[in-house]
């Protein structure tokens, strides 16, 4: 097992970055589980006992809305922490966790994590960073969600995601909006009447990009 956990770190730079200074004794209390999707799951109000790594794989972390719908806060991927802000706190978590792929996580006690938060001076400044990280997206997305209509969210996403090359399909903007299907549906079919998108099979790809920016701040 320990031979695992190390071929793991060796082909994986995000987690040597994170484990450079770890302890050895809290290394050898790190183990390797991998997950199908959907099995990797933990409820909001719940409380777990162990603080997980994203070694490979997707993670969405998201909340019930109103309307029952969940809504995504994050897409946590390679090098990204489950449950770490609960295990400082001993609080239940504050928002649900699953897999959208298949993913590799380090697992490790929520106790033994809090030894080495304290005996590693180099992680908690990992940490740090990755928490702030958490709450200036979070911010940005809350501000998205209170402030905007479905059709701000979608034309904000899809811009988004447009400027960092990334795949967009039906699927993954109806887990970044707070809406349902169908309105998507009718938002999609919008922007692409006014010829800004295409949608090829399931994939989306803005075509008109300054035309989109500008539609959007017309409904701001």
Known sequence: MRNDIFALVDQTPQLQQLLRTCPLH???????EQFDVGDFQFLQGNKYDNTYIVAAGKVKIYLMSAGGKAVALDIYEQGA?????????????????????????????????KVWLKEDQHFSQELIYNLSMQIFTLTNRTERYSLHSALDQAISYLIWATQRN???????????????????????????????????????????????????????
């Open 26 to 32: 809290i290394i050898n209390e790190f183990e390797v």
């Open 81 to 113: 922490f489950v449950g770490e802000q609960e295990a400082l706190l001993d609080k239940p978590y504050s928002a649900s966790v699953v897999n959208l792929t298949p993913v590799t996580v380090l697992k490790i006690s929520n106790d033994l994590f």
């Open 166 to 220: 990334q795949v967009m399909t039906r699927a993954n903007l109806l887990d970044e909006i707070d809406t349902s299907s169908r309105n998507l549906n009718r938002i999609l079919k919008q922007l692409r009447d006014l010829g800004v998108i295409t949608i090829r099979k399931s994939q989306i790809v803005v075509t008109d990009l300054p035309q989109l920016i500008t539609i959007l701040r017309n409904e701001g």
